[in-house]
């Protein structure tokens, strides 16, 4: 059975940082793209970040970039979200995903695996 579980969310103030993990089991994700996304309450899903199956291509939605930092390690089947400089308007659950092709996507219909998301909220 395919897992993805999160961790690492919780309550910060603004301008503190968070590192949240997305531990991934039931099979190999080594040629799998990675992608974390987020919704808040009453708003629609959104792209936060993706990583190719190599870890060699990243991008970022304008929102978060330069201040979110995604990586992975493959021998661990681990990706995190580095997150820095928090906002409130960052307060939402946080979801990982992976879809079975190495290229990065930012649409969520191309992954094929979700967690089941950890909160992030972010006080002012």
């Known amino acids: 059975q395919v897992q993805l579980v999160e961790s690492g969310g919780g309550l910060v103030q603004a301008g503190g940082s968070l590192r949240l993990s997305c531990a991934a089991s039931?099979?190999?994700?080594?040629?799998?793209?990675m992608g974390w996304f987020r919704q808040a309450p009453g708003k629609e899903r959104e792209f936060v970040a993706t990583?190719?199956?190599?870890?060699?291509?990243?991008y970022y939605a304008d929102s978060v970039k330069g201040r979110f930092t995604i990586s992975r390690d493959n021998t661990k089947n681990t990706v995190y979200l580095q997150m820095n400089s928090l906002k409130p308007e960052d307060t939402a659950v946080y979801y990982c995903?992976?879809?079975?092709?190495?290229?990065?996507?930012?649409?969520?219909?191309?992954?094929?695996?979700w967690g089941q998301g950890t909160q992030v909220t972010v006080s002012s």
């Open positions: 039931g099979r190999t994700f080594a040629n799998d793209a």
């Open positions: 995903a992976a879809r079975r092709w190495p290229a990065i996507k930012i649409q969520s219909r191309s992954y094929d695996y």
């Open positions: 990583i190719s199956s190599s870890g060699g291509s990243t």
